[in-house]
């Protein structure tokens, strides 16, 4: 059984169901409109901070801070494009149908970071210009040193946040409580860690932390992290492929 | 042709499957019978790869399912109707499954045709009752026009007019020379449908064997027999004149007489002889229901106690006896007895043969009276002692006398047990 038929089996299924528009649409609208929002609201108030926070100023980041709650949407899209096999059964016609486990996971997952793919490099580069637009005078221009760069690992950062969860899924064989454990460690528990001092060392070491370091252009005064933002997002994938790895080796032993 | 060798499944210290083996040959339609939770979709999600044994294995046309090249061709299945996402249209669902092996989306549309969900192809698979799904789960095992097809209880769900269909399709493809997997708990639709049969109980296999030799050995024909209800006295001589040429006749409550061991022309020639005239003579064969649960009786997981209601019932007035209990028919556990033939014995269930247990329901009465007077071990026996009082206490004779005057009290309530059986719907087939 060739992949490609795999790959298009997938497709139709992704294209099939509703969640795959409504995650997604989502995830783009979410980021984009906190994006802009919060650009507005840094104009706003750039002149009430201290001189030390304006040097440390960052419009691009800033543009991206619907990120931290646009990735929920994507990590929704991720879990249960990967977690509806397990919860409507389809998982036992699918490999009924795809005895080779190896080649429905990563069939599936690579169509659907495909997608994820595409629709996070278009969030991340109309999040960018519109929260620019917000900035005003303060903007950024795309052709900036490690603007380009940055953008591009918002889209890059996006997908790998939806990849990660499709692992994680796959582990767990539940999108219940694939959601549970992973909404709140991203939204809260990954926050909490990577600011508070004691765990700030390890903390910057999760995921998204580490992730989003490729969003950043002005590097703060005083910061001590010890990676760059390619690092950042090396990291990052190493967390992606762990999850995948697992997932995997959950499909091949388990029983369906 | 599917092959299970020594194939069992454990999980965790429950054993669902134990060392089956057995052969599902093309051509034929096989029924898997076994009642809830006696390992049959477990073994047949062994057969598609889904499960992996604990310890045997299983091949379709000599491979093991995960190494089968292009499965979705070879190999088609029906396992639960509800495997589907729920969002997702059934025209899409089949869709996707066609891509996987190449299938052109016209042959989608052919098999929607075919299973008569045409017309719901864009609805969501959502709002399917249980029938259009089960017609959905068909039309998805269909699409790859396998030579190996498996149902898990196809007819599920469905109405008279699609069950009628699902029995002709099967037959259909089985005469097209394909292998055909039935699962069902259903006997009755079994013996409809399949030509051969495997019986599983707590995952262990009860018989293998042809549908034809099932019945014969299990069924147990007899034949009623009516005189006129004006003269008594007819009956009381035919009965003697039937039991003379070698007949067993148990009298039915309504006052007919159930014969066994005689031909109906054999009997209509007794009467004759004996100068009775006959209202009824009619062939009945017993269920194969009866058989089927006789068989799987001591491998029942699921079984029903009865509902005593309390905390629901109302006191009883003062000085008012609540109901007694009639062993018997009705109540769960108990089955007619088997046929008279050695063939009920051959497939006795590995934990108990209940046919045979003395301590069953006809304990008591029939044991007894069968075994000292070295007749053949005649399950009506129990029927036969009330009605014939004389012979009775002579063959309980060397019996305890504690057996043999019987307290008033407990000579009915076993007697009224079979006396009930006769309601029971022998027909049933």
Avoid: C
Avoid at chain 2, 46 to 57: A, R
Avoid at chain 2, 341 to 351: H, I
């Amino acid at each position: 059984m060739a992949a490609t038929q795999v790959v298009r089996s997938e497709w139709t299924k992704i294209r099939s169901v509703a969640s795959t528009v409504w995650t997604l649409g989502l995830a783009v609208v979410v980021t984009i409109a906190l994006g802009m929002l919060i650009s507005a609201l840094s104009k706003n108030e750039f002149g009430d901070l201290s001189r030390r926070d304006q040097l440390s100023f960052d419009p691009t980041f800033i543009s991206f801070a619907g990120t931290s709650l646009g990735q929920l949407a994507m990590i929704v899209f991720g879990v249960l494009v990967v977690g509806n096999e397990y919860s409507s059964g389809m998982i036992r016609t699918s490999l009924a149908a795809v005895p080779r486990r190896g080649t429905f996971l990563f069939s599936k997952i690579a169509v659907a970071t495909g997608l994820a793919l595409v629709v996070a490099m278009v969030t991340s580069f109309a999040t960018f210009f519109l929260g620019q637009a917000m900035l005003g005078d303060l903007k950024a221009s795309i052709g900036d040193p490690g603007v380009l760069r940055a953008v591009f690992g918002g889209g890059l950062y996006m997908t790998l946040i939806a990849m990660f969860s499709m692992g994680v899924a796959a582990m767990l064989r539940s999108p219940m409580l694939s959601l549970g454990i992973l909404m709140p460690f991203f939204f809260l528990i990954s926050n909490i860690l990577g600011n508070v001092p004691a765990t700030e060392k390890v903390g910057r070491f999760l995921p998204d932390q580490a992730g989003s370091k490729i969003m950043q252009v002005v590097t703060p005064i005083d910061d001590d992290v010890p990676y760059g933002p390619w690092g950042g997002l090396g990291i990052m994938a190493l967390w992606v492929i762990a999850a995948l790895v697992g997932g995997y080796a959950v499909l091949k032993r388990r029983d369906a | 042709m599917i092959e299970a060798v020594g194939l069992t499944k454990r999980y965790g210290d429950k054993t669902a499957v134990y060392n089956l083996s057995f052969q599902v040959r093309p051509g034929a339609v096989t029924g898997f019978l076994g009642p809830n939770g006696s390992g049959k979709s477990t073994t047949m999600r062994m057969i598609l790869g889904l499960d992996n044994p604990t310890s045997g294995h299983v091949t379709i046309g000599g491979h093991p399912y995960r190494r089968l090249p292009n499965a979705a061709r070879q190999v088609g299945a029906l396992l639960d109707a509800k495997a589907v996402h729920g969002g997702r249209a059934a025209r899409n669902h089949l869709l996707s499954l066609a891509q996987l092996s190449g299938i052109p989306a016209r042959r989608v549309d052919e098999v929607l045709g075919v299973v008569g969900l045409q017309d719901v192809a864009k609805r969501r698979s959502k709002g399917f009752s249980l029938g259009m799904g089960q017609r959905l789960g068909i039309a998805a095992a269909l699409l790859g026009d396998p030579q190996v097809l498996l149902f898990d209880e196809p007819v599920n769900g469905l109405d008279p007019e699609g069950i009628h269909w699902v029995r002709n399709l099967m037959k259909a493809l089985a005469a097209e020379g394909r292998t055909v997997f039935v699962s069902s708990h259903l006997m009755s639709e079994m013996a409809l449908t399949a030509d051969h049969l495997i019986v599983i109980g707590r995952g262990q296999l009860l018989a293998d064997m042809s549908v034809t030799d099932f019945i014969s050995a299990n069924s147990a024909d007899f034949a009623r027999v009516r005189t006129p209800d004006t003269e008594p006295q007819l009956r009381e001589k035919l009965t003697s004149a039937l039991t003379e040429a070698g007949g067993h006749v148990l009298p039915e409550p309504d006052g007919a007489l159930r014969v066994t061991g005689l031909a109906l022309p054999r009997i209509s020639d007794v009467a004759h002889d004996a100068d009775v005239r006959l209202w009824e003579l009619s062939p009945h064969q017993a269920s194969l229901e009866e058989a089927y649960m006789r068989m799987t009786q001591g491998a029942v997981d699921y079984r029903s106690t009865a509902d005593r209601k309390a905390g629901l019932q109302q006191p009883l007035p003062p000085g008012a006896q609540p109901p007694m209990q009639v062993p018997g028919q009705g109540q769960p556990g108990w089955y007619a007895p088997p046929p008279p033939q050695q063939g009920g014995q051959l497939f006795a269930a590995p934990q108990s043969a209940p046919g045979q247990a003395p301590a069953g329901p006809y304990g008591a009465p029939a044991a007894p009276g069968a075994v000292p007077g070295g007749q053949p071990a005649n399950p009506y026996a129990a029927q036969r002692a009330p009605q014939a009082p004389a012979v009775a206490p002579v063959a309980q004779t060397p019996q305890p006398p504690a057996a043999a005057p019987a307290p008033p009290a407990a000579a009915p309530a076993p007697a009224s047990a079979p006396a009930s059986d006769p309601t029971k719907p022998e027909d049933a087939r």
